[in-house]
């Protein structure tokens, strides 16, 4: 057996180059060294791969697929090194070619198909199933641009597309083989055939080719390598003749090019209903196909098969599984309803109303007419159901299809056995009013499975001082095993390790001040606290908020220059969807105001405000580790989980929060006296909603330290803003503040001084670190995708090679 040495590991390099690119390894530039290095790790894995694949056919196993139309994995070298085992002898190996494996990784660009925490979430599940060596795999769309690329041109959003192909994408790979057909459009009408069975039959129909393309999910160093699998249109060769022009091709060619930049408000858009079908169907067709190949009776597919709707983009996986049951394989409609119902489950990631799905049914009609049909069905025969069991109102109002609209999540949760919302008070929120109707028609489909994250990634690679320091205090079990940071909470009184922990901080910090110089030319110091909010731009989230307590600070030194504050750095990190004035806005505010704070020397560099602009899972890398402070703000019983506040958490930020979300289980794991608690409960602002009895005008003319600040938007004390501040007063004064920022406002200014005053005392707050850390733990999606795994998917772990076998089987490859 070979084992894997710089020597040979060097020697492989070599070869590859000179084959790949002609040159010598010596004069390869980064490009053809990434791509190297990048085929030659996926040559690794591929035998665990398909002995992955192959184990799971011979053993029959369950296999759980997520399916998601965003998956945001960010860059993948370093995390497929490190879950391989490879990472630090890779490391050696570079540097003894000069090259710095860091700067090498840089190289790759971010796959960024996902706007914000529900791609993310998917791309930490994907790491976890593999990890935890079960049988789950991804299904979603290949875009050929992602997320766009944020620039700031004076103070704006600027959008430019996101050209990750453009270099090629070494880790996937194509298989036109496993294409399939997906239908579209057309007249569908049901006929008798000769059996006597209704059956559709389409007239002028569109046909597209959805060609998969597989990217190997390798699992933290246990031999297990699952599929994430994204869909690509093409035109299948027997159409070419239908269409007489190149614009005509096109229409349909671009189907997969972009991805739809707005993770909240959904537009009647065309194009993404086409998209969802589009992978929804490729998904439940494939995977079909592999279940028949079993040779079982359809009552065995829910043994063999989970599908996991992520959100309710892909909700047209019920219709689709009962269209391929019903039309193609003469199942009854009884017995495909049944399978259809244990094979699905659905998770809901929001209560914002105007997130929740909803198409039109001319829409449905023209584009997915016989899933349009099947959806009728399934709609009456609810009712029908329900009729005598529950009054007539209640089942009007959980019905799919409403006056000239149907109702994804309606749809999601009749059509599944299990709904899960993402954070203890989401869950209870949606039992309680949401989904309420349909917790009492269903109370057994409700359950809560809390989000988590893929903690290797946000410790182990985006933070190798405190991992050293974790290494060296609590041994290095915690690396697979997250709940051993628990650990940690020993050494609360250790001067030393409390000293260390706060020497990798600000390691952290000078890096991270070091990038903020090149990038943005602002200087800072490491030794001013680190204040952090980096999240999508979204008035629920509240960076305004921020922003109003950023201003009130300046004022206050404005007037008082002698103020003894610590020095803070804001750092924000946000896209605002193209469409989303109001957030534009606020980005253009921020940044104008970062503009006049930061180059006003009489307050002495005692604030600065920094914007970075393209936030993506890479900068999240960067940011988050050198965080002294996490900004979890959103309005109470908005945020339905959210993640950020995780991973800033385990890398020892203090968090500032609303209880919202999972802010709830972060001060149960910490406990009140680690945590700035501050602003309305989910309960106060219910009885707002109820009772009517909010006014901000009332505030605002009662209050003279929001009156400055809510004026300063209009009056002209910040420069270089026009309509967007006189947006803001409105939303505020006008529009009677629907986020309650002036409510909240003084208890917010309040918790930033508690964390003033707590950073002054400078052993207090390393406990404080270093109790967070220690319980962050239990948000590991290692436990998330486990619960998952045992309630809803019903899989089991397979059989994982133990480390040693993992590596060394690797190297029979060579
Ligand atoms: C974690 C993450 C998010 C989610 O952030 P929230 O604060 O939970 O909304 C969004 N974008 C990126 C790039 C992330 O890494």
């Excluded at 875009?143 to 041109?153: A, C, E, I, P």
């Excluded at 159409?239 to 739809?260: C, F, M, P």
């Excluded at 207090?764 to 733990?777: E, F, P, Q």
Aim: aromatic content about 10%; proline content about 3%; overall charge negative.
């Amino acid at each position: 057996m070979t084992i894997l040495t710089k020597e040979n590991l060097k020697e492989e390099l070599r070869q590859r180059v000179r084959e790949s690119y002609a040159v010598e390894l010596e004069d390869a530039s980064a490009d053809e060294l990434f791509f190297t290095l990048g085929s030659l790790v996926k040559a690794i894995y591929n035998d665990n791969w398909r002995e992955t694949w192959k184990n799971y056919l011979k053993e029959e196993q369950k296999q759980s697929y997520y399916f998601s139309i965003e998956f945001l994995p960010g860059k993948m070298l370093k995390s497929n090194l490190l879950n391989l085992g490879l990472l630090d002898l890779v490391r050696d190996t570079l540097s003894d070619l000069d090259v710095d494996l860091d700067d090498l990784a840089d190289v790759e660009k971010d796959m960024a198909l996902g706007n914000g925490g529900l791609g993310r979430l998917a791309s930490c599940f994907m790491d976890s199933i593999a990890s935890s060596g079960l049988p789950g795999n991804g299904n979603g769309i290949r875009y050929d641009y992602g997320l766009f690329k944020q620039q700031f041109v004076d103070g704006h959003q600027v959008e430019l597309p996101d050209e990750w192909l453009n270099n090629g994408n070494v880790w996937e790979i194509r298989r036109p083989s496993k294409a399939v057909n997906v239908h579209f459009a057309g007249d569908v009408y049901l006929k008798e055939n000769e059996n006597g069975q209704l059956k559709p039959v389409a007239e002028n129909e569109i046909i597209l080719r959805a060609v998969p393309y597989d990217t190997g999910m390798v699992g933290y160093q246990n031999g297990i390598v699952n599929t994430m699998r994204l869909w690509s249109v093409e035109i299948p060769a027997s159409e070419e003749g239908k269409y007489k022009s190149i614009e005509e091709r096109r229409v349909y060619e671009d189907l997969t090019a972009v991805l739809y930049p707005d993770d909240s408000n959904e537009r009647g858009r065309m194009t993404r209903l086409i998209q969802e079908y589009f992978f929804v169907s490729a998904g439940v067709q494939s995977i079909v196909r592999y279940f028949q190949k079993l040779n079982k009776p359809w009552s065995a597919l829910s043994e063999k098969v989970a599908i996991h709707i992520n959100d309710t983009h892909p909700a047209l996986c019920i219709p689709e599984l009962m269209r391929i049951l019903i039309d193609e394989n003469d199942v009854t409609w009884e017995q495909a309803w049944d399978i259809t119902v244990k094979v699905m489950s659905y998770t809901n990631h929001t209560i914002l109303a105007e997130a929740l799905e909803k198409w039109p049914v001319y829409l449905m009609k023209q584009i997915v007419p016989r899933m349009y049909q099947i959806i009728e069905e399934i709609d009456r025969r609810y009712v029908e159901s329900m009729r005598g069991i529950h009054p007539e109102d209640l089942i009007q109002r959980t019905r799919i299809i409403q006056g000239d609209q149907v109702h994804m999540a309606n749809l999601s949760i009749i059509g599944s056995h299990s709904t899960n919302g993402v954070a203890k008070l989401h869950s209870d929120l949606l039992k309680s009013v949401v989904l309420h109707d349909f917790y009492v028609i269903y109370p057994d489909r409700f359950n809560n499975k809390t989000n988590g994250i893929a903690q290797r990634r946000w410790s182990q690679l985006a933070n190798e001082p405190l991992s050293n320091v974790l290494d060296e205090s609590i041994g290095q079990t915690w690396r697979k095993d997250s709940s051993d940071l628990k650990l940690l909470m020993n050494y609360q009184n250790d001067e030393k390790v409390l000293e260390k922990l706060a020497q990798a901080k600000h390691q952290k910090k000078e890096e991270l001040a070091e990038y903020i110089q090149e990038t943005t030319g602002i200087t800072v110091s490491p030794n001013a606290i680190f204040d952090v909010q980096i999240k999508r731009l979204h008035a629920y989230k509240r960076q305004l908020l921020n922003l109003m307590h950023i201003l009130k600070l300046y004022f206050d030194l404005k007037d008082n220059p002698e103020l003894d504050i610590h020095p803070r750095v804001f750092i924000f990190g946000a896209k605002a969807a193209p469409s989303y004035t109001y957030a534009k806005a606020i980005i253009k505010t921020i940044n104008e105001v970062a503009n006049m704070i930061n180059n006003d020397a009489s307050i002495q560099d005692k604030i600065k405000i920094v914007f970075l602009p393209n936030y993506n899972v890479s900068l999240a890398e960067r940011i988050i580790p050198a965080a002294d402070v996490s900004e979890q703000i959103s309005l109470a019983s908005k945020e339905a989980s959210g993640t950020s506040n995780m991973k800033l958490m385990l890398n020892g930020a203090v968090t500032v929060a609303t209880l919202d979300g999972a802010n709830v289980e972060i001060r149960d794991a910490v406990g009140d006296e680690n945590i700035c608690i501050f602003g309305l409960t989910e309960e106060e602002v219910y009885a707002y909603y109820e009772n009517h009895e909010y006014y901000s005008k009332q505030i605002y003319d009662e209050n003279p330290v929001i009156r400055r600040v809510v004026d300063s938007f209009v009056d002209g004390t910040i420069p270089n803003i026009g309509y967007e501040g006189r947006e803001i007063y409105d939303s505020l004064i006008r529009y009677n503040d629907e986020y309650f920022l002036l409510r909240d406002f003084d208890d917010y200014c309040r918790a930033q001084e508690r964390i003033d005053t707590t950073y002054k005392d400078q052993a207090l707050w390393r406990k404080i670190s270093l109790v967070n850390i220690a319980n962050a733990g239990r948000f590991s999606s290692d436990d998330t995708v486990r619960l998952y795994a045992e309630d809803i998917w019903q899989i089991e772990p397979i059989f994982a090679h133990t480390e040693k076998e993992g590596t060394s089987n690797v190297f029979n490859s060579f």
